[in-house]
């Protein structure tokens, strides 16, 4: 058997490392627990010996979990938890994550891609030919070329390798799954040495969409692929280049509507009917990455990294929730970015005395555009309901004798009754555009019956002096749009040194410090509503209530800059061969910025988060057979960034805003690993965090203020795994299972409304059970597996959201994945 097939903890207990990385455990006619090297200090160094929080996933845990991407490891490592989405997911660590989908904004979790840093649209690239993924936990900054506040991601894709190899695999399954991966590593000359490999991943939606035309919620379909090549130059210095590409065309979120208006209001029925027009989340995404490593003797070695990726995202989703086009509602997040990444590192290592020196510089230039998309008819709804409540229409014959004044025919009693009707149809929007109560209405003052429906509402328009009332004749079926453009230009640059000195066998002093620097220009524009050349006298509904936007009055610009000197002290003991403890003392920082929705911030710029953590560690083996990583964390976070959805006075619907608060977490994070027998193994992987917050006021969703308030919450998580492999005739066997639990604490979180408890599934705990069964032959080169996910189909749903609640009362949800199930093939040449 190839150790690539059943080492690597479960994709679940082991996919933990708490206080470093993590145990991986490899099956050899059993199962057995296996040392993991980590990289987590720059360095080469058994897990159990790091003195740094950090979960490991192997290759072999993304195979047993049928991961994809990130969001797809979230459960098996605690404590951290990924958004849902391609282009706007947001990584959080023990509770923090980035703010929102402003441009202007820095990741709280930074994420490295073959040692370059990837910013947030780009981290939810797919796991091909991936070797491991770290998740260090805790400030960041002293051993990467970024700070990061909350935590670290290193992703470790395979490198070029002098021998040949290569593979090709195919896992089908329910909802038209078809996953298909190939790579081949071959030496081209003795030095030089190529590695290539290409996936494609496709998979039909399982909420349906009965409208005409869309697509089904959670259909994916991904193309992704790497080529890089190695040149061992000499003995002491190696070079290597690659080319990684990612193209990702996904449904729209499901946006299941929970509202009267909505397909249906019960989430789990699994069908929607949602009108979106050209729905869907894109990304082309692609990077050029050149590394040189050189050794100058036993104790001094060398690396650059330079990168450069590029990538465009579009993000058009549902934001009703129904079919009704009185209340139509999108946006589209456009994104277009390029960064230009440079570190160099100087490792030092002696008998006791280790070090890493590096600097780092990047450079990224960014385009957003945030457009929100109405029907004529809601546009309609939203101006008559501001209409009604004006003074002037509630007097229904001041209104009749507007009418007459406007060349209406009637007398005093048909005006009347044509006010009283305009008022209630006014108030809603469906009997204006509907022709049945149109020709009840015209009948009224004589007009002749709905055809003249846009000449009445001229008439209307040009008596209170607005263009904002327009009927269905002309601008029915015609779509309104109004837009945010964000530029950025932001930089970066840091220079960072750690030390890790030896004084005595058993006890070691470990410190570091960076000063970084973050540099940002940016810029607002909003150039008004689409409807501008079609009809005169228009004005913004959605973002010009804000006199913040300044609509059609050019660019707005702002510029600022922060710094920030970070640093962590460690102190390590080592108790014998195989069990060590160690406290910890960090700092991390990230960069102020702006809320590309929210001019505002030109003025006021977002605050800096500062984060100070200190962390006790112990870990290894207790007994035999048994391994345990234990690690209690305590972390204060000032002017946290937080997105919520925010309805300000005067403002039509909801969108997302960036806050402040201050919060405080701590918490337990346990990994247990027990090897019962030669055949059977279990494993615990576990995490309590308790959290204070306190948020400055603002409004939610439905446009009520909220005060600052302190809230505290457990959350509460935990991974049992079980790997099984018996002794069979013909080859090798193992069974692994996980069983997933996380606490729900939706309730206690900014923005949550009483109302959204009575929705189905709303505040479901997560509770499922997944499970691999793997054949290989005796020589390693077939695989043969069945898998399933959350095979109990538990049902959760996510807090309701939807920028048209308050304005249109829609709001939205999602519900988790229901029970997938599958078989895959792999033959390893």
Do not use: C
């Amino acid at each position: 058997m190839t150790k690539h097939q059943f080492t690597g903890r479960r994709p679940v207990a082991l996919a933990i490392a708490i206080a470093v990385g993590s145990v991986v455990p490899a099956l050899s006619h059993g199962v057995e627990i296996e040392e993991i090297i980590v990289t987590a200090q720059k360095r080469e160094q058994n897990a159990l010996e790091v003195p740094v929080t950090v979960d490991t996933f192997s290759a072999s845990d993304m195979d047993n979990a049928n991961a994809l991407k990130l969001s797809d490891m979230a459960d098996f490592v605690p404590g951290f938890e990924v958004g849902s989405g391609i282009t706007q997911s947001a990584l959080s660590i023990r509770g923090v994550r980035s703010s929102n989908i402003s441009a202007g904004g820095d990741p709280s979790v930074a994420v490295f891609y073959d040692g370059a840093y990837v910013p947030s649209p780009a981290t939810s690239m797919s796991f091909a030919d991936m070797q491991r993924v770290e998740v260090l936990k805790g400030p960041q900054g002293t051993l990467f070329g970024r700070n990061a506040a909350a935590g670290s991601v290193n992703l470790v894709p395979n490198q070029p390798q002098a021998d040949f190899d290569a593979f090709v695999s195919a896992r089908t399954g329910n909802y038209g799954l078809a996953h298909l991966e190939g790579m081949v590593n071959a030496p081209v000359t003795d030095a030089l040495f190529v590695r290539a490999n290409l996936m494609s991943f496709q998979r039909d939606g399982f909420v349906e969409n009965v409208y005409p035309g869309t697509e089904d919620a959670g259909s994916e379909d991904i193309v992704t692929g790497r080529v890089a090549a190695l040149w061992q130059i000499s003995d002491s210095t190696s070079a290597q280049l690659s080319y990684d590409w990612d193209e990702v065309d996904n449904a729209a979120r499901q946006a299941i509507g929970v509202s009267e208006f909505a397909y249906s209001q019960n989430p789990f029925d699994y069908k929607v009917e949602n009108d979106l027009v050209d729905g869907g989340e894109t990304r082309s995404m692609s990077a050029v990455n050149a590394k040189l490593n050189h050794t100058f003797d036993d104790n001094w070695s060398l690396k650059w990294v330079s990168s450069y990726r590029q990538w465009e995202t579009k993000n058009r989703e549902e934001e009703d929730g129904t079919a009704d086009i009185t209340r139509y509602l999108d946006t589209n997040n456009i994104f277009d970015s390029d960064i230009a990444y440079h570190e160099l590192q100087v490792n030092f290592v002696g008998d006791r005395l280790s070090a890493v020196m590096g600097a780092n510089y990047s450079k990224e230039d960014i385009y957003q555009r945030t457009n929100v998309t109405a029907s004529a008819a809601s546009v309609t709804r939203l101006v008559t309901g501001d209409i009604v409540n004006t003074q002037q229409l509630r007097d229904q014959i001041a209104y009749g004798a507007a009418l007459q004044a406007g060349g209406m025919p009637g007398d005093g009693a048909a005006g009347d009754a044509a006010a009283a009707y305009a008022l209630a149809a006014l108030d809603s929007v469906e009997h204006l555009w509907d022709e049945t109560d149109w020709a009840t209405f015209t009948s009224l003052i004589g007009m002749g019956g709905a055809p003249q429906a846009d000449v009445y509402y001229d008439a209307i328009a040009a008596d209170l002096g607005t263009g904002m009332l327009f009927g269905p004749e002309q601008f029915g079926g015609l779509y309104w749009t109004e837009a945010v453009e964000n530029t950025g230009d932001f930089t970066n640059y840091g220079v960072y040194v750690d030390l890790d000195y030896a004084l005595t066998d058993q006890f070691r002093v470990l410190a570091g410090l960076r000063y970084s620097t973050d540099e940002k220009t940016f810029t607002w524009e909003t150039p008004g509503t689409s409807f501008r050349a079609l009809r005169d006298g228009v004005s913004e509904v959605i973002f010009s209530t804000d006199d913040a936007y300044n609509v059609g009055t050019g660019v707005r610009r702002a510029s600022d800059d922060w710094s920030a000197t970070t640093g962590r002290l460690v102190g390590q003991y080592q108790f014998s061969d195989d069990a060590m403890a160690f406290l910890s003392y960090s700092t991390g920082y990230k960069s102020g910025g702006f809320d590309s929705l929210n001019l505002l911030t030109a003025e006021n710029p977002i605050a800096p988060e500062e984060v100070e953590n200190i962390e006790l560690g112990v870990k290894g083996n207790l007994l035999d057979g048994l391994q345990v990583q234990l690690s209690y964390f305590d972390m204060t976070v000032d002017n946290r960034q937080r997105s919520v959805e925010s309805k300000p006075p005067q403002s039509a619907n909801a969108l997302p805003r960036v806050i402040n608060g201050d919060q405080q977490f701590n918490g337990v994070e346990v990994t247990v690993d027990w090897l019962a027998t030669e055949a059977l193994r279990f494993g615990l992987v576990t995490t309590v965090r308790d959290e204070d917050s306190q948020w400055e006021d603002y409004y939610d969703a439905v446009g009520e203020l909220q005060s600052e308030r302190i809230k505290a919450s457990v959350d509460t998580a935990y991974t049992a795994t079980m790997d099984w492999a018996p002794v069979i005739p013909v080859g090798e066997l193992n069974l692994h299972l996980n069983y997933i639990y996380a606490e729900n604490s939706d309730a206690l979180e900014p923005g949550f409304l009483d109302s959204f408890s009575a929705i189905e599934g709303v505040g479901e705990d997560d509770k499922r059970l997944n499970g691999r069964l793997v054949w290989m032959n005796g020589g390693g080169q077939y695989e043969l597996a069945l898998w399933g996910r959350n095979l109990l189909d538990n049902q959760r749903t996510d807090v309701p959201s939807g920028r048209s609640m308050a304005a249109f009362g829609t709001p939205y949800t999602s519900v988790s994945e229901p029970r997938t199930y599958g078989a895959e093939v792999r033959y390893n040449f």
